[in-house]
């Protein structure tokens, strides 16, 4: 989570308190997920189409941490980011 804060300061997103408890249960759902190899259900990728490049950048750096993560992580997670941009 240090590093996602790292991340969101440097762009001057501040996720609101409802949308930090929940990008916080997703990173801990990866986490799972990266330790037993748990598959996400198939996930579509034109529902990701009007994500920015700027949010999806963030989130596939944030999957590399992990290191064994598959791309569809990024997608979901990059909607967290993207849902706090508008807090500005």
Do not use: C, Y
Not at 18 to 30: F, I, K, P
């Amino acid at each position: 989570m240090a590093f996602i804060r790292t991340l969101l300061e440097g762009r001057n997103i501040t996720p609101n308190a409802v949308q930090e408890q929940m990008l916080t249960s997703h990173v801990r759902a990866m986490a799972h997920r990266s330790l037993t190899g748990e598959p996400l259900p198939e996930v579509e990728e034109s529902l990701f189409e009007e994500i920015s490049a700027d949010s999806l950048e963030m989130a596939k750096a944030v999957v590399e941490q992990f290191g064994n993560l598959p791309v569809e992580e990024a997608w979901l997670l990059s909607v967290h980011f993207e849902v706090a941009k508008d807090n500005l």
